[in-house]
């Protein structure tokens, strides 16, 4: 039940982070989803294999 409350956090975090990289204009809008989605991606993987390790 932890997990899906932290990786809600997760994302937005990255997604606030994203839409300040857009507004400073770092980075164009178009390229914010995958920028969030792969460590979102990453991080999901890497907890479950962790999880399932340690039961």
Not at 4 to 31: C, E, K, N, W
Not at 43 to 50: D, Y
């Amino acid at each position: 039940m932890l997990k899906p409350a932290i990786l809600a956090l997760i994302r937005q975090v990255l997604t606030f982070a994203g839409t300040a990289l857009v507004a400073m204009g770092y980075v164009q809008a178009s390229d914010i989803e995958p920028v969030i989605g792969a460590p979102l991606s990453i991080v999901s993987v890497v907890w479950s294999v962790a999880d399932k390790r340690l039961r």
